[in-house]
């Protein structure tokens, strides 16, 4: 079996492959690649197995090319959605090409002079000369409408299936545009492979029919499984339907880490082998010790950390640990002033805030300030008797009613966590 082939199945990630792939992949070093749709200024977590899967053609000694559909995304792909996206300006889709492109640079190896070093295309630079009539003649009387029609991605639009709304000529054309990239790459770079998840497989089908029928040329096609969770909803969101991106300004670091620690005990089992390097006998080590004690959630927090390496980098995985362990009570009253204030408001998102004069939040006295200056206590008799009964807290540090708030207390010097018992938090910020 080739090395490639082998790896996507163990990891469980392989859906369907045309005939020949393999011998294809044994026989020489192969260049494939993978299009990225440019709908925003960063990809997100649903695009970490494609990238993932050139990373490992990559290593496997083949070529990897990420493609980025400058020309393709004026139109939109049809294949698992059941209504028309609107259009980008030329200026948008272009700033959005660029910031993809950028971000693609961090997961593959472009450098050097090897002959498997990555590169990047986009398919706005051989679709911007091709005239209408000129695409007609030349690759539209190559594809029958019936072959375009049997295609399940345009047939349940057609059909009504799952709240389809029908489709546009615009998004008709897709298929043929894609296989259009296929063969003009597949001339130009020699491209043999194209790979993508299995909603992609009538796209990619499509291209190396195209390829067949027009230059006989050799083609083949490659697909991966569609990530769900455990509970069958969509991965990659948010309970609120956000998506989690890629770029820390979009989804910080902590957040991004979080995601992954927060997995299920059988998603961690699958993501492990989605989505972090690791080789078989050390995921299926931590698999039979997460068994044995998964309380400790050791292979929630493998994942976390690997993933949030790759994408992030260890100093940003280093400060997201440290911010869990002062959520959950594993650090030191000295961590939690360290914090910059994006960071700790990361941490404590949703904790109620009272904002008070930095004059009277220091020197202050304890009673006073988690009852009358803050309202976090409905008085001061509440006050002192959680006091007496040790129940208060100050940046995660036990205090009684001798305590008073001094300048070194201040988390990145406006802010102080106060906290009844083990779950009610509030925040003062000092203005």
């Known amino acids: 079996m080739n090395a490639f082939i ?30 990225f749709d440019p709908t925003a200024d960063s990809l997100h977590i649903g695009s970490l197995v494609p990238i993932k899967i050139l990373a490992h053609f990559q ?19 049809p294949s698992g ?39 990047l295309v986009n398919n706005y630079d051989w679709m911007k000369n091709v005239t209408f009539l000129d695409f007609a003649k030349n690759i539209g009387k190559h594809i029958t409408v019936n072959y375009m029609m049997a295609k399940d991605s345009v047939k349940k639009r057609f059909t009504g299936e799952d ?27 020699n491209m043999k492979l194209q790979m993508g998840g299995s909603d992609q497989w009538g796209n990619i089908t499509t291209g190396t029919e195209l390829i067949r029928r027009k230059s006989k040329g050799e083609a083949y096609a490659l697909t991966t499984k569609l990530i769900t969770k455990a509970d069958g909803k969509k991965f ?19 957040k991004f880490y979080q995601f992954w620690l927060n997995s299920s005990d059988e998603d961690a089992e699958r993501f492990i082998k989605y989505y972090t390097f690791l080789d078989k006998e050390t995921i299926e080590a931590l698999i039979e010790e997460h068994k044995t004690a998964p309380h400790e959630r050791k ?3 493998t994942l976390a950390e690997e993933v949030t390496r790759w994408v992030h980098g260890q100093e940003e ?15 030191t009253a000295e961590d939690l002033v360290s914090l910059d204030e994006e960071l700790f408001l990361q941490v404590f998102e949703g904790v109620p805030q009272a904002e008070i004069s930095k004059s009277e939040v220091i020197g202050s006295n304890i009673i006073d300030l988690i009852s009358e200056k803050s309202g976090f206590l409905k008085s001061k008799g509440e006050a002192k008797r959680e006091l007496t009964g ?42």
Request: proline share 2%.
């Open 163 to 189: 709240g389809a709304e029908g489709m546009s000529f615009t998004e008709f054309t897709y298929q043929l545009l894609q296989g259009y990239d296929y063969l003009h790459l597949n001339q130009t770079m």
């Open 299 to 301: 292979l929630q927090k």
């Open 6 to 35: 082998e790896e996507l199945k163990w990891r469980g990630l392989l859906a369907d492959m045309t005939p020949g792939t393999e011998d294809q992949l044994n026989k020489e070093m192969t260049t494939g690649y993978i299009g």
């Open 81 to 119: 959605k059941s209504a028309e996206r609107n259009l980008l300006d030329e200026e948008t889709l272009l700033y959005y090409v660029d910031s993809i492109k950028k971000q693609l640079s961090r997961f593959l190896n472009f450098d050097g002079n090897e002959p498997n070093r990555a590169e």
């Open 390 to 431: 040790n129940a208060i807290s100050v940046n995660k540090t036990k205090v009684n009613d001798t305590f008073e708030v001094s300048e070194n207390d201040l988390i990145d010097g406006k802010f102080l966590l106060l906290q009844k018992g083990k779950k009610s938090y509030f925040i003062v910020k000092a203005i």
């Open 317 to 331: 995985l280093d400060k997201a640990i440290k911010a869990s362990e002062i959520l959950f009570g594993r650090s």
């Open 236 to 254: 990659g969101k948010s309970e609120a339907g956000e998506n989690y991106w890629l770029d820390a300004k979009r989804t910080s670091p902590y």
């Open 59 to 77: 290593r496997h000694g083949h070529k990897p090319v990420a493609l980025v559909g400058g020309a393709t995304g004026m139109i939109g792909d």
